[in-house]
C-alpha cells in the first residue's frame, strides 16, 4: 500500500508552533499467526439443540480470526504487518518455494500470508479460503508425520528477521490444541526451546492461544511453559500475556471461539503513539527520574483523502507542489527570501528564524514539581487538552521506577495532587499542569482497563478564562416536579453508572470504514449503519414511560398554578425581567430604569459577595455608592469599578 500523501494546503500549516517530530515514538506491531493443521483442529464441535451453535472447526474460527484482524488493521493501523503461517499440513510452501517442491526449507509449514503491511488483495485470499469449503478442504490437509516445533520456530524466526528487522513490536500468535507436541521427545523439545530463546532475544513476544478440547484440559507445564517467555512487567509498551486459556464453546452464534479470541487479542493492543520518551520528572534541585508519556485518549477521524492520477498502468497519489509569487512581477520567490510575521497596531513585525526559535524557547524538557494541592481544589473544567498518561523509565536514571510508585502511592493515599511546570518538547509552549494520581482498574473478569500511574492535566493559565455569561432570572422548578425527575433519572443510569467507551464506537467512522472496506473488496453496499449511540426506546419505555407520563401531568398542573400566580406579568426570556403585560395586545410604555438596590450597603455584605465572586454581578448604582464611601473614584466602567472593590479588599 501506499504511503499516506505528505503534501499539505498552506492553509493547513501550523504558524502557531513548531513541532519536533523526532521527539515522537511511533511504535509499529508485525504480527504472525501460526495456527495447527490437525485432525482434531478441522473437527467441528459436536451438533447441539442450540438456536445457535457453533459449526467452525478451531482452525476455520482462527483463519477467520486473522481475517477479521487484517480488516481491521488495513484500515485503523496501515503501517502495521501481518501474516499466516499454517504448521502440520501436508503441503510445504515458503518464501520464494512452489508447493511442488521436493526439498522444501521447512516442511509441513506452508506461509499463506507473507508478513507484510496487508493488502485489499491479501484480505480477498484469506476471506476466500476462510469461507469456500472447497479450498479449505483442498488445503487443509494434515500431515501423517509429526511437525517439529522447532523448525516452526526457526521458520518464524526466519520471517521476522527478513520481513521486520526494525519493529518496536514483533508477536507471534500460537493457535494450538495440542498441549504436548513432542511427548517422550526430549530432544525436540530441547530443540524447540532453543528455537524460543533465539525468538525472545530477538524481541519476538510468543502468545498461545490454547483451544480446550470438550472434556479436557490444556496442560502448559507439559511443553509450552518452556516456549512462552512472560514479558517483563516493567515495560509499558509490552502487550499483555495471556491469563486465561481460550475455551471452545458448544454454544453461541456460530463465531464464539472467533470472538474470543478477536477479545484477547485486541485486549493485548501496543501503546501506538508516545507523546515524549525519557523526560526529567524533577521533585528538586538535584532529584530527577525519568518517565514516558503517552497519549490514551486522541478523537479519531477518517484518514484524509488525497489526489490520485488514474491514466497510467496504475493508480499513483499525486504529489502537491506550492510555489510563492510576487504580486507585482509574478516572480518565483524562494524560502530563504520570506520570513514570518506578526501583526502589531497595523504594521508587519517581520522575525528571523532565528528570533522565533528564541521566542519559544523557555527551557529544555522538563516536569518540575512545584507544590502540592487537594484534590477538592481541581475543578472538573480546569482542562484545556486530554491528559497525557505518564509512567517511569529506567533507561537514564537508575531507580526512577520506585520513585515513581512511591510517588503515586503517596499522592494516592493523601489524596493530593502535583503542580507542575511542564514543557513536554524543544520549543514546545510551558504548561502548568496537574499531577493527577489514577488507580488501576479492572473489568469484570479480573483483566486491567486501566493501569495504575498519574496523569498531566493541562490547567488554564489567566489568559484562557473568558468571562462568564450574563444567565436569566430563571424559573426554579417545584419540588413536586424534581422529585418526579429524580425517579426517572434512577431509572435510567448506566450499568455501574460508569459510562464504558469501549460499548459505544464512533457511528460515522465506523459507516465511513464500512462503506471504504465494502467498496476495496467487492463487497455488497450496506443500507443502514449499525449505530450503537441510537437510544433503545423500547427498554426506556419499559423503565420509565409511566413515570414519564405523570412528571407530564404534573408539569401541567405546575405551570396552570404558576399562570394564575403570575397572572398579569410576563419575564423577558432575554433577561429575566419581570414586565407589566401591556392590554389588548397594544405597545407597553417604556418606563424609566428605577434601581432597587440603591440603598445603602455595608462592609460584611460586600465582603461576602467579594469571597464568593459576586461583585461583578452588582449594578453600577450599588458600586459607585460603596466606593464613594470609601473615598475612592467611582468613574468609569463597571468592569473598572469591579477592580476597584476587588483591590481594596485584596490590599486590605
Known amino acids: 500500500m501506499a504511503e499516506e500523501n505528505s503534501w499539505r494546503p498552506p492553509a493547513d500549516e501550523d504558524e502557531d508552533e513548531e513541532v519536533d517530530e523526532a521527539a515522537y515514538k511511533t511504535v509499529k506491531d508485525a504480527v504472525l499467526f501460526v495456527i495447527e493443521v490437525s485432525h482434531s483442529m478441522l473437527t467441528a464441535p459436536p451438533p447441539t439443540d442450540a438456536k445457535k451453535a457453533d459449526t467452525d472447526s478451531p482452525t476455520s474460527a482462527a483463519l477467520k480470526c486473522a481475517y477479521a484482524l487484517m480488516q481491521q488493521r488495513i484500515i485503523s493501523n496501515p503501517n502495521d504487518m501481518m501474516g499466516v503461517l499454517l504448521y502440520g499440513t501436508k503441503k510445504s510452501k515458503f518464501t520464494g518455494e512452489d508447493e511442488s517442491s521436493d526439498n522444501p526449507a521447512y516442511p509441513h509449514c506452508y506461509l499463506l500470508t507473507d508478513l507484510d503491511i496487508p493488502a485489499a488483495e491479501d484480505v480477498k485470499a484469506l476471506k476466500t479460503l476462510a469461507e469456500d469449503e472447497d479450498e479449505f478442504k483442498s488445503l487443509m490437509v494434515p500431515s501423517e508425520e509429526k511437525v517439529s516445533m522447532a523448525n516452526v520456530l526457526f521458520c518464524a524466526n526466519q520471517i521476522f528477521t527478513t520481513k521486520a528487522p526494525n519493529f518496536s513490536s514483533r508477536r507471534l500468535f500460537i493457535v494450538t490444541n495440542d498441549d504436548d507436541s513432542h511427548a517422550n521427545e526430549k530432544t525436540a523439545k530441547s530443540s524447540a526451546a532453543v528455537r524460543a530463546k533465539d525468538l525472545y ?47 471452545a464453546s458448544c454454544t453461541g452464534d456460530g463465531l464464539t471461539l472467533l470472538a474470543s479470541l478477536l477479545s484477547n487479542i485486541n485486549s493485548k493492543a501496543v501503546s501506538k503513539r508516545a507523546l515524549f520518551s525519557n523526560l526529567p520528572l524533577e521533585l528538586g534541585p538535584t532529584f530527577k527520574i525519568s518517565v ?14 488525497c489526489f490520485v492520477w488514474l491514466n497510467g498502468e496504475k493508480a499513483q497519489i499525486a504529489t502537491g507542489v506550492t510555489t510563492k509569487i510576487a504580486e507585482d512581477t509574478a516572480r518565483t520567490i ?3 527570501e520570506i520570513r514570518k510575521a506578526y501583526k502589531f497596531g497595523g504594521e508587519q513585525i517581520p522575525f528571523t528564524p532565528e528570533e522565533i526559535s528564541s521566542l519559544r524557547n523557555f527551557g529544555e524538557p522538563v516536569i518540575r514539581i512545584i507544590g502540592f494541592k487537594p484534590v477538592s481544589m481541581l475543578p472538573i473544567w480546569a482542562n484545556l487538552r486530554p491528559a497525557t498518561f505518564i509512567y517511569p523509565s529506567e533507561e537514564h536514571y537508575v531507580g526512577s521506577t520506585r520513585v515513581f510508585a512511591a510517588l503515586h502511592q503517596k499522592l494516592l493515599s493523601s489524596e493530593k495532587i502535583g503542580i507542575v511546570w511542564y514543557i513536554a518538547r524543544t520549543n514546545a509552549a510551558p504548561v502548568i499542569a496537574a499531577l493527577y494520581p489514577g488507580a488501576e482498574q479492572r473489568d469484570d473478569k479480573g483483566i486491567q482497563s486501566m493501569p495504575p500511574g498519574l496523569w498531566l492535566i493541562p490547567l488554564p493559565f489567566a489568559d484562557d478564562i473568558r468571562s462568564i455569561p450574563e444567565t436569566p ?14 425517579i426517572i433519572v434512577q431509572q435510567l443510569q448506566l450499568p455501574k453508572a460508569r459510562y464504558d467507551p469501549s460499548k459505544y464506537p464512533n457511528p460515522q467512522l465506523q459507516w465511513h470504514y464500512r462503506i471504504l472496506q465494502a467498496m476495496a473488496l467487492d463487497e455488497e453496499l450496506p443500507e443502514l449503519p449499525d449505530d450503537k449511540t441510537v437510544p433503545k426506546y423500547k427498554q426506556i419505555d419499559k423503565r420509565v414511560g409511566e413515570y414519564a ?36 395586545g397594544g405597545a407597553v410604555a417604556k418606563k424609566p430604569k428605577v434601581d432597587a438596590d440603591t440603598g445603602g450597603i455595608d462592609d460584611a455584605t460586600m465582603k461576602k459577595a467579594f469571597g464568593e465572586k459576586r461583585v461583578e454581578k452588582m449594578t453600577m448604582a450599588v458600586l459607585k455608592e460603596w466606593l464613594g464611601s470609601k473615598g475612592l473614584d467611582v468613574k468609569g466602567k463597571k468592569l473598572e469599578l469591579v477592580e476597584r472593590v476587588e483591590e481594596w479588599f485584596e490590599n486590605k
Open 292 to 305: 514516558k508519556g503517552y497519549i490514551i485518549f486522541k478523537r479519531q477521524e477518517p484518514k484524509r483523502s
Open 201 to 247: 532475544d530477538l524481541g519476538v513476544l510468543i502468545e498461545l492461544f490454547p483451544i480446550i478440547k470438550p472434556g479436557q484440559e490444556f496442560d502448559k507445564r507439559k511443553f509450552y511453559d518452556d516456549i512462552v517467555y512472560n514479558q517483563l512487567p516493567t515495560d509499558p509498551e509490552a502487550p499483555a500475556p495471556i491469563s486465561s486459556a481460550t475455551r
Open 473 to 486: 432570572n430563571l424559573i426554579r422548578a417545584p419540588e413536586e416536579l424534581i422529585d418526579r425527575m429524580r
Open 549 to 584: 407520563l405523570e412528571w407530564g401531568r404534573e408539569l401541567q398542573e405546575q405551570h396552570q398554578l404558576w399562570e394564575k400566580e403570575n397572572r398579569g406579568r410576563a419575564i423577558s426570556a432575554a433577561t429575566g425581567v419581570k414586565r407589566a403585560a401591556g392590554g389588548d
Open 334 to 336: 524562494q524560502p530563504v
